[in-house]
């Protein structure tokens, strides 16, 4: 069974810091990992996914990920926070068995960005 | 736009009612899920379509129940609603080819 686990519901940093949220997974399989971004009352948008190839992923909004087999990681991160990241954030692996492409997620990561 | 329609946006309804909600597409797709997304938690699955037959479910009871229809639309049903069903509903497309889901912007629904 796969699953997602991410570390700290509440990260905080300033305007211009390292960004750094935290995501663990588990799989029996080679993992599918997701990450997306929710703002207030809004739906789920796809920052990045790694599937295979290149374990350094790039997405939108100058955030990266990268896939550590070896620590089963995939933390998303952005070298300068603004004020337009705050928003809560979402690791996911795809489910495997059955016919389902599900996504599991994690229970999340609320940024904010101080001034 | 993410091109994925969910309507209504907001709903409430009483504790014993039916729901419908809808969701629909602009362009091609196969697969369709919901989930559901209490407050303050990830969302979770509550099953998958895939050319109009159900091929996947999360651990929710018979008493949620979908369609999803040729032209791109989709519904979800839940019969007998209770406070707990109080969440946001999310619409995801998995468009032919591709290893992302496209979100649409929810359905918060309020049972009382």
């Known amino acids: 069974a796969q699953s997602v686990t991410q570390l700290g519901s509440h990260v905080s940093v300033s305007e211009g810091a390292l960004v750094l949220l935290r995501c663990n997974y588990s799989?029996?399989?080679?993992?599918?990992l997701f990450w997306y971004v929710q703002y207030p009352n809004q739906g789920l948008q796809l920052l990045l996914k790694?599937?295979?190839?290149?374990?350094l992923v790039k997405g939108i909004n100058g955030f990266e990920a990268e896939f550590k087999k070896s620590e089963t990681s995939f933390h998303l991160t952005k070298p300068s926070a603004h004020m337009s990241d705050a928003a809560e954030y979402f690791c996911?692996?795809?489910?495997?068995?059955?016919?389902?492409?599900?996504?599991?997620f994690g229970t999340g990561t609320l940024l904010a960005v101080q001034p | 736009e993410t091109g994925v329609t969910q309507s209504p946006t907001h709903l409430i309804k009483t504790r014993g009612q039916q729901v419908t909600l809808r969701c629909s597409s602009q362009?091609?797709?196969?697969?369709v899920s919901w989930y559901q997304q209490a407050l303050g938690q990830g969302p979770q699955f509550i099953f998958q379509?895939?050319?109009?037959?159900?091929?996947g479910r999360g651990n929710f009871p018979p008493r949620f129940s979908g369609l999803q229809f040729p032209n791109y639309s989709s519904e979800l049903n839940v019969n007998a609603l209770e406070l707990d069903d109080s969440a946001l509903y999310l619409c995801?497309?998995?468009?032919?080819?591709?290893?992302?889901?496209?979100f649409g912007s929810g359905t918060r629904l309020t049972v009382v």
């Open positions: 799989s029996s399989v080679p993992p599918y």
């Open positions: 362009s091609g797709h196969n697969t």
């Open positions: 996911a692996v795809r489910g495997y068995g059955g016919a389902t492409n599900k996504l599991i």
């Open positions: 790694y599937t295979t190839g290149a374990t």
């Open positions: 379509y895939y050319r109009e037959e159900e091929n």
């Open positions: 995801a497309i998995l468009r032919q080819g591709g290893n992302g889901y496209t």
